[in-house]
């Protein structure tokens, strides 16, 4: 009885979670149509460089998995719709530069975020935008093909940002409306 509530239960979270999306927009394609079918690196950098990977369950889903995105894989939180993932996840302080490869079907950015004492990633309050509040935001990478901001990273395209950054814990997230719910969020620790 109580794993038919449960099952009952997770498939009534499911449609509200993709009902929210759907409503705020995650799930539309918002590149420009000048960066369809972009593809590019980031130069070379002198700093120490973080690679960032930004996915979505739209790839996942032409998987020979079918529509069942992760099994569990380390970085998919939520419901596991989207993803961010950082490696390395601890730097050094100084100088750093994310890379950020867009290997989703949607646009995506990576905005860094001071992480407040004792607040883990994923626990920001979201806005009825579907967005978290950026204050206090120390740079992103959003956009295609180049460096620091604009309308965010095409799919299959790269985008990247150089941060000064202190030690202490931040998180990377990507604040396009819905897609922090949805899961794209990480840790990145800087040590001395």
């Known amino acids: 009885m109580w794993l038919v509530i449960a099952m009952a239960a997770a498939l009534v979270l499911g449609l509200a979670t993709t009902a929210f999306l759907a409503a705020t927009g995650a799930f539309r394609a918002t590149r420009p149509a000048s960066t369809q ?25 032409r998987g020979p998995g079918g529509p069942t ?28 530069t994310l890379r950020v490869a867009n290997r989703g079907a949607l646009t995506h950015e990576v905005v860094v975020l001071p992480l407040p004492a004792g607040q883990v990633s994923g626990e920001r309050a979201v806005g009825s935008n579907g967005k978290v509040d950026e204050t206090g935001s ?16 095409a799919p299959s395209a790269t ?34």
């Open 159 to 192: 985008g990247w940002s150089t941060v000064t950054l202190q030690p202490g814990r931040y998180e990377l997230v990507c604040n396009l409306p819905g897609h922090y719910a949805a899961g794209m969020y990480t840790e990145l620790d800087v040590r001395r």
């Open 37 to 61: 079918g972009a593809r590019c690196s980031a130069p070379p950098s002198a700093a120490r460089v973080v690679d960032v990977t930004v996915d979505d369950m739209g790839r996942m889903m």
């Open 69 to 96: 995105p992760t099994g569990g894989r380390p970085g998919w939180h939520g419901m596991g719709m989207m993803r961010l993932v950082a490696n390395p996840s601890t730097v050094s302080a100084g100088k750093v």
């Open 138 to 153: 120390l740079g992103e990478a959003s956009r295609t093909c180049g460096a620091g901001s604009g309308d965010g990273i």
